[in-house]
């Protein structure tokens, strides 16, 4: 019966806050995370934990899928430099700094760089929450390396997990295969993954079927990954970003819709659900902190947040200077950000679910059967600094966006005009062979033919908003939509009067949803 409770308590937990957040204005993980916090001091809910399996096995594939599914390549490709050296080289210095200081804290070197590891990569999915606010250049850095930077750090943390439990050894090429076959080994796991996928899309003719293969796409990668000793981070990754350019020319209509619908419902589920269950952990971290005394920890945890916070800022406002010196190219020299901007970076450095999972699957035993040192320590360091990044700089972030002053991002608006001119422009000029061909003519011919050029010349309008065709766009969207709920109530009366079945009134409705989503999203008429 718990089970239930902790479903129900999830969902009602995701949606008071989610609509609270988009009310108050507020970075959602924020109140995620806190509603999680005094839902975990119930006394009914402190035997409910955040099973570390949980998250690197089932939340994390399906989130990063989905992220990475959703992303640009394109802009990768042009950032790969940035974001390279982001997910990897930052990743390592910040465990570095990280373990440093823990270590003059008092934790030996194998603890202190296994707190380091955990700390070290940001949060994919309290990344995701920024899209909406950010230029589509930084919110593509920031996704790209919150994808990438579990992997680097995984690889560290296993490391220094395996030394200190005496089960690995520290050596240069032992170390640089390790990494070789993380990234290598993943890479060649999700391009296989992707390529299955699309060769099953190929002789699937079933949306459903299809979208099976999806969900299961993401684990699969994850799973013949691991299967390899490779990282299944980077394997769902690829695989995401690998369809993201196959799967527009096997996928049909109808099967994206289905899919887009279930992967933009499950994906902001799991988000939420992560944070409240990262939320609920922290009490239980408190209550399990024995090593060192409660003052001592929060010290810890304020040094800590500190390094993590210092590095990445000094990473920002060091390596483009180092890059600048290096790197004198001209489109180099477009690529450059302002000091501003790099503020935003550095404040968006979120740290979430993976960190926590990571320090709650330190083991309780080493090798010798004696106990893992300072692990309470490093579960509540770790759910500290989730905290602190989450809230402070979440509360923060909103305040810097206004300092910053970045300017409007209108490229995505740009490009998606010129796709639109273009396609219709080639549709229409290909139309007197495509009839001909199908041996369609007279009326029809000519209805669409008008349709066409209708619709190219409100696009051609849209460049000034006050072209009379866009008022008269507007007008007709708002006509259609009103109309559209006549329907429905003449729909759901014949219901009610028994003269049509459910099924008949579900089918229709279908077809209505579709015109009024086209509609309430002021898409140009076709």
Same mark, same amino acid.
Request: aromatic share 4%; charged share 20%; hydrophobic share 55%.
């Given at each position: 019966?718990?089970?239930? $409770?902790?479903?129900?308590?999830?969902?009602?937990?995701?949606?008071?806050?989610?609509?609270?957040?988009?009310?108050?204005?507020?970075?959602? &993980?924020?109140?995620? +995370?806190?509603?999680?916090?005094?839902?975990?001091?119930?006394?009914?809910?402190?035997?409910?934990?955040?099973?570390? $399996?949980?998250?690197? @096995?089932?939340?994390?594939?399906?989130?990063?899928?989905?992220?990475?599914?959703? /992303?640009? @390549?394109?802009?990768?490709?042009?950032?790969?430099?940035?974001?390279?050296?982001?997910?990897?080289?930052?990743?390592?210095?910040?465990?570095?700094?990280?373990?440093?200081?823990?270590?003059?804290?008092?934790?030996?070197?194998?603890?202190?760089?296994?707190?380091?590891?955990?700390?070290?990569?940001? #949060?994919?999915?309290?990344?995701?929450?920024?899209?909406?606010?950010?230029?589509?250049?930084?919110?593509?850095?920031?996704?790209?390396?919150?994808?990438?930077?579990?992997?680097?750090?995984?690889?560290?943390?296993?490391?220094?997990?395996?030394?200190?439990?005496?089960?690995?050894?520290?050596?240069?090429?032992?170390?640089?295969?390790?990494?070789?076959?993380?990234?290598?080994?993943?890479?060649?796991?999700?391009?296989?993954?992707?390529?299955?996928?699309? @060769?099953?899309?190929?002789?699937?003719?079933?949306?459903?079927?299809?979208?099976?293969?999806?969900?299961?796409?993401?684990?699969?990668?994850?799973?013949?990954?691991?299967?390899?000793?490779?990282?299944?981070?980077?394997?769902?990754?690829?695989?995401?970003?690998?369809?993201?350019?196959?799967?527009?020319?096997?996928?049909?209509?109808?099967?994206?819709?289905?899919?887009?619908?279930?992967?933009?419902?499950?994906?902001?589920?799991?988000?939420?659900?992560?944070?409240?269950?990262?939320?609920?952990?922290?009490?239980?971290?408190?209550?399990?902190?024995?090593?060192?005394?409660?003052?001592?920890?929060?010290?810890?945890?304020?040094?800590?947040?500190?390094?993590?916070?210092?590095?990445?800022?000094?990473?920002?406002?060091?390596?483009?200077?180092?890059?600048?010196?290096?790197?004198?190219?001209?489109?180099?020299?477009?690529?450059?950000?302002?000091?501003?901007?790099?503020?935003?970076?550095?404040?968006?450095?979120?740290?979430?679910?993976?960190?926590?999972?990571?320090?709650?699957?330190?083991?309780? /035993?080493?090798?010798?059967?004696?106990?893992?040192?300072?692990?309470?320590?490093?579960?509540?360091?770790?759910?500290?600094?989730?905290?602190?990044?989450?809230?402070?700089?979440?509360?923060?972030? &909103?305040?810097?966006?206004?300092?910053?002053?970045?300017?409007?991002?209108?490229?995505?608006?740009?490009?998606?005009?010129?796709?639109?001119?273009?396609?219709?422009?080639?549709? +229409?000029?290909?139309?007197?062979?495509?009839?001909?061909?199908?041996?369609?003519?007279?009326?029809?011919?000519?209805?669409?033919?008008?349709?066409?050029?209708?619709?190219?010349?409100? @696009?051609?309008?849209?460049?000034?908003? $006050?072209?009379?065709?866009?008022?008269?766009?507007?007008?007709?969207?708002?006509?259609?939509?009103?109309?559209?709920?006549?329907?429905?109530?003449?729909?759901?009366?014949?219901?009610?009067?028994?003269?049509?079945? #459910?099924?008949?009134?579900?089918?229709?409705?279908?077809?209505?949803?579709?015109?009024?989503?086209? +509609?309430?999203?002021?898409?140009?008429?076709?």
């Amino acid at each position: 019966m718990l089970a239930l $409770e902790i479903v129900v308590i999830l969902g009602v937990a995701v949606l008071v806050s989610s609509v609270a957040a988009r009310r108050w204005r507020v970075v959602p &993980p924020v109140l995620l +995370l806190a509603v999680g916090s005094l839902l975990g001091l119930l006394p009914a809910l402190r035997g409910v934990g955040l099973p570390p $399996e949980a998250v690197l @096995l089932l939340f994390l594939p399906a989130l990063l899928y989905w992220e990475s599914l959703t /992303t640009s @390549l394109r802009e990768i490709r042009t950032n790969l430099r940035v974001i390279v050296l982001l997910s990897t080289v930052l990743v390592i210095a910040t465990a570095a700094a990280v373990a440093a200081v823990a270590h003059a804290l008092g934790l030996a070197w194998g603890p202190a760089w296994v707190l380091g590891a955990a700390v070290a990569p940001t #949060d994919a999915t309290a990344v995701a929450v920024l899209a909406r606010l950010l230029p589509r250049r930084i919110v593509t850095i920031l996704r790209a390396e919150s994808l990438v930077n579990d992997g680097t750090a995984l690889v560290i943390y296993g490391l220094a997990v395996g030394i200190t439990v005496g089960e690995e050894h520290l050596g240069g090429l032992h170390v640089t295969w390790l990494f070789v076959l993380a990234y290598g080994g993943g890479a060649l796991a999700g391009l296989a993954v992707a390529g299955l996928a699309v @060769l099953a899309r190929r002789h699937l003719r079933e949306p459903t079927h299809e979208n099976v293969v999806s969900v299961l796409t993401p684990f699969s990668a994850f799973l013949l990954a691991e299967l390899a000793h490779a990282s299944g981070v980077v394997a769902v990754v690829v695989a995401g970003l690998a369809l993201s350019q196959l799967g527009p020319r096997v996928i049909g209509a109808e099967t994206r819709q289905q899919a887009q619908g279930f992967w933009t419902l499950t994906t902001f589920l799991l988000n939420g659900a992560l944070f409240v269950l990262v939320g609920l952990q922290l009490p239980a971290s408190v209550r399990e902190l024995t090593s060192v005394g409660l003052t001592r920890a929060l010290v810890a945890v304020a040094l800590i947040s500190a390094t993590v916070i210092g590095t990445r800022f000094a990473w920002n406002f060091t390596t483009p200077y180092l890059l600048r010196a290096l790197d004198r190219r001209p489109q180099q020299r477009l690529r450059r950000v302002p000091a501003r901007t790099r503020v935003v970076s550095a404040t968006a450095g979120f740290r979430g679910a993976v960190s926590l999972a990571a320090a709650l699957a330190v083991p309780e /035993t080493l090798r010798t059967g004696a106990p893992f040192p300072a692990r309470d320590t490093i579960i509540f360091v770790v759910s500290g600094v989730i905290v602190v990044t989450l809230v402070a700089q979440g509360l923060a972030l &909103p305040a810097v966006l206004r300092w910053a002053r970045l300017p409007a991002d209108t490229s995505v608006e740009r490009e998606r005009r010129l796709a639109e001119t273009a396609a219709t422009e080639e549709a +229409l000029a290909a139309l007197p062979e495509v009839a001909a061909r199908l041996g369609v003519a007279g009326e029809p011919l000519e209805r669409i033919r008008a349709e066409y050029e209708e619709h190219l010349q409100l @696009l051609r309008a849209q460049e000034g908003t $006050e072209d009379e065709r866009v008022r008269h766009a507007a007008d007709y969207a708002a006509l259609r939509l009103e109309l559209l709920g006549r329907k429905r109530a003449t729909l759901l009366r014949l219901r009610h009067e028994r003269r049509i079945d #459910d099924v008949v009134l579900r089918q229709i409705q279908a077809r209505l949803d579709i015109e009024e989503v086209r +509609l309430a999203r002021r898409e140009p008429v076709e």
